[in-house]
């Protein structure tokens, strides 16, 4: 490969030197030799660059993979940990056990069942929850969007 690049600088080089000569007058004419070995270095260093963008990329997608790894596995432990929380709010506040007490703790004991499951749920990660900061902004955006219709 590196042959065929040498071979159509040369091919170009061969009326380079006028054309160089045309456009700056004052430019020194290359011979074909150094041409040439500017272009191989010019090469190397692009082969350079690209090894190094190639070995980024690479190293990105390994660091995309594992986490997407965790995500999956914080979601299944998400709805594991949900499960539980939600059977022992099932099980410790349930109806039969607040018999004894009046209504006045009913009422409480009700109230507080229901702050530990919106609690569960708002803390509950599924495919669907935005990463914060698309939230935020998203909030932000409609925010401004309703604040601006009673203006109107």
Request: charged residues 30%.
């Amino acid at each position: 490969m590196r042959n065929i690049l040498i071979a159509a600088a040369l091919l170009c080089c061969a009326g380079a030197p006028a054309l160089a000569q045309q456009a700056t007058p004052t430019a020194k004419p290359q011979s074909a030799a150094e041409r040439i070995a500017e272009l191989e270095g010019q090469l190397i260093r692009q082969e350079r660059i690209a090894d190094n963008a190639r070995q980024s990329m690479e190293a990105m997608r390994a660091e995309m993979k594992l986490k997407d790894e965790l995500l999956v596995l914080g979601r299944e432990r998400n709805a594991e940990l949900y499960t539980i929380a939600m059977e022992i709010a099932q099980k410790y506040v349930r109806r039969k056990d607040w018999e004894p007490f009046t209504q006045h703790s009913r009422v409480r004991m009700e109230n507080l069942k229901q702050s530990y499951e919106d609690r569960l749920r708002a803390a509950r990660i599924t495919a669907e929850t935005l990463p914060p900061s698309v939230q935020q902004r998203m909030d932000a955006e409609l925010g401004a969007g309703a604040a601006a219709k009673p203006a109107q």
